[in-house]
C-alpha cells in the first residue's frame, strides 16, 4: 500500500492571511500524525509565502514520523535544510507568481546547481528527492544526480478534462514508476490530487508515497484534519496494490 504524505501549508496559508498565531501548522502535523499520516509535508518558500521560519524548528520537535521538507534549490533554503536535518528533502521549482507549485523542476536543465544541493543535502545525512515530470530523461538523470527518489508531478492526470486523457496521463505515469524503478529509485506522487480522482492512480503499481494537501485541507474544514488524513489513508489502503 502507497504511503500518505500529508502537506500541511494550507495550514498556514490561513494563519498567514491574518499574519496571526492560528491555525498552527506545527498542531495540524499532530493531528495529521493521530490520523494515520505516514509523512508530513512542508515547504519552505523564499517568499515565506505560508510557512515561516518559526514554523520549521517547530515541526521538527513534533513530527515523530517522516519529514519531507519541500525546497527551492536556492543557497539560503539550502543552508536551513542542512541545519534542520529533516528525514526528506524534495528539491521542487519555484517561483514568485504562481499559486502552487506547477509542473516539475528540470534536473536535465539545472543539473550543475541541483546536484550541488543533492550533495550538500547527503552529506548531512538527508534522503533526496526530485519533483519532476514523468519523463525518462528526468528520472534518469535525477539518478545520475544522486537522488534517492523521485516525486512525479501528476498534475497531468489531476487536471485532465476527458476520458481519454486521464488514460494518456495514466499510462505516462505507470510508465515513469517502471523507468524510476528501474534506476532504483524510489517513487512518489504528487499534485493535484482529491478524494474523487486518488482511487485510479494508487491503483498504480509502483508508487510507494503520495503527498497530498489542498484536498485534505479542505476536507478538514468540515470534518476536522485527523479523520480527513483517516478517510484519505483509507482510500490508499482499498485502492493500492496489495504486496
Request: glycine share 8%; hydrophobic share 40%; net charge positive.
Amino acid at each position: 500500500m502507497p504511503r500518505l504524505g500529508v502537506n500541511i501549508d494550507h495550514v498556514a496559508t490561513v494563519r498567514q492571511a491574518r499574519r496571526t498565531d492560528e491555525p498552527d501548522p506545527a498542531w495540524a502535523a499532530v493531528e495529521a500524525q493521530l490520523g494515520g499520516a505516514h509523512c508530513i509535508t512542508f515547504h519552505l518558500r523564499e517568499d515565506r509565502r505560508h510557512i515561516i521560519d518559526r514554523d520549521v524548528p517547530l515541526l521538527k520537535e513534533v513530527v515523530a514520523c517522516k519529514l519531507n521538507m519541500e525546497m527551492a534549490i536556492a543557497a539560503e533554503i539550502v543552508d536551513i535544510a542542512a541545519r534542520l536535518r529533516p528525514t526528506q528533502c524534495t528539491l521542487v521549482p519555484e517561483k514568485r507568481e504562481e499559486v502552487t507549485t506547477e509542473g516539475g523542476l528540470d534536473v536535465v536543465r539545472l543539473g550543475g546547481r541541483v546536484g550541488e544541493a543533492v550533495k550538500r543535502l547527503k552529506s548531512e545525512g538527508i534522503v533526496t528527492s526530485a519533483f519532476i515530470e514523468p519523463e525518462p530523461s528526468q528520472i534518469e538523470k535525477s539518478k545520475e544526480l544522486g537522488f534517492d527518489a523521485v516525486e512525479l508531478w501528476t498534475g497531468a492526470y489531476a487536471h485532465a478534462r476527458t476520458g481519454p486523457e486521464r488514460e494518456k496521463s495514466l499510462k505516462t505515469l505507470a510508465a515513469a514508476v517502471q523507468c524510476g524503478k528501474r534506476c532504483g529509485l524510489e517513487v512518489h506522487g504528487g499534485h493535484g490530487l482529491t478524494y474523487r480522482n486518488v482511487p485510479r492512480i494508487a491503483a498504480v503499481p509502483g508508487f510507494s508515497e503520495f503527498n497530498i494537501g489542498h484536498s485534505i485541507i479542505a476536507r478538514a474544514v468540515f470534518i476536522g484534519l485527523r479523520k480527513a488524513v483517516r478517510e484519505m489513508r483509507r482510500l490508499l489502503e482499498r485502492y493500492g496494490p496489495k504486496e
